[in-house]
């Protein structure tokens, strides 16, 4: 079993960047797929972005080229770097390890994008 926790979300204006990071405890983040997800209010929980264990990603086509996840096994830690940020990227940000037998989530960090 891993706890996950999110952090590094507030408040941006358009255009501007934030890096969520995603810290997990118990067992070794590396062996576990990751991803990120967001649920905007009023929406279903949509993914965004994934990384494999071994280090591919891939990217819901509204925030390819834009957004970057990347991972650090030996800190245990997920990161999405958000560039270009526009008002419809405003949601709840989650964190998911995903293996065989399980999947966990964080509880989620707030990003709002306004002027």
């Known amino acids: 079993q891993v706890q996950l926790v999110e952090s590094g979300g507030g408040l941006v204006q358009p255009g501007g960047s934030l890096r969520l990071s995603c810290a997990a405890s118990?067992?070794?983040?590396?062996?576990?797929?990751m991803g990120w997800y967001r649920q905007a209010p009023g929406k279903q929980r949509e993914l965004v972005a994934t990384i494999t264990k071994g280090g591919i990603t891939n990217y819901v086509d509204s925030v390819r080229g834009r957004f970057t996840i990347s991972r650090d096994n030996a800190k245990n830690t997920v990161y999405l770097q958000m560039n270009s940020l526009k008002p419809g990227d405003t949601a709840v940000y989650f964190c998911n390890a995903q293996r065989v037998g399980g999947s966990y989530w964080g509880q989620g960090t707030q990003v709002t994008v306004s002027s």
């Open positions: 118990g067992r070794g983040l590396g062996l576990y797929a």
